[in-house]
């Protein structure tokens, strides 16, 4: 089983950079895929990105593709999304994610969700 803890949220101009961590507890993590979601007032949570167990495959929104990089240290249990050139657009809240496969992680269905952090980006 995994739990998730988000941290490295905060307040940023826009042409800035962040970087989130995700860390993660459970003896299972090395072998699930990994994603990061957002939230915005008013809007659908939607998918940002997603890695696979073994960090060989990724996938990213064409909205964030270019800017952000998801990146895993299994041996500290730790996922990471390192945002770029952040546009207001990009305020909301950031969950990291934890699922079975790449798959199911896409389409929005991943298994485990951490609580979340505050991400705004000032014009």
């Known amino acids: 089983q995994v739990q998730l803890v988000e941290s490295g949220g905060g307040l940023v101009q826009a042409g800035g950079s962040l970087r989130l961590s995700c860390a993660a507890s459970?003896?299972?993590?090395?072998?699930?895929?990994m994603g990061w979601f957002r939230q915005a007032p008013g809007k659908e949570r939607e998918v940002v990105g997603a890695?696979?167990?073994?960090?060989?495959?990724?996938y990213y929104a064409d909205s964030v593709k270019g800017r952000f990089t998801i990146s895993r240290d299994n041996n500290k249990n730790t996922l990471y999304l390192q945002m770029n050139s952040l546009k207001p657009e990009d305020t909301a809240v950031y969950y990291c994610?934890?699922?079975?496969?790449?798959?199911?992680?896409?389409?929005?269905?991943?298994?485990?969700w951490g609580q979340g952090t505050q991400v705004t980006v000032s014009s």
């Open positions: 994610a934890a699922g079975g496969n790449i798959h199911t992680m896409v389409i929005g269905n991943p298994g485990y």
């Open positions: 459970g003896r299972t993590f090395k072998n699930y895929a």
């Open positions: 890695l696979t167990w073994s960090g060989g495959g990724s």
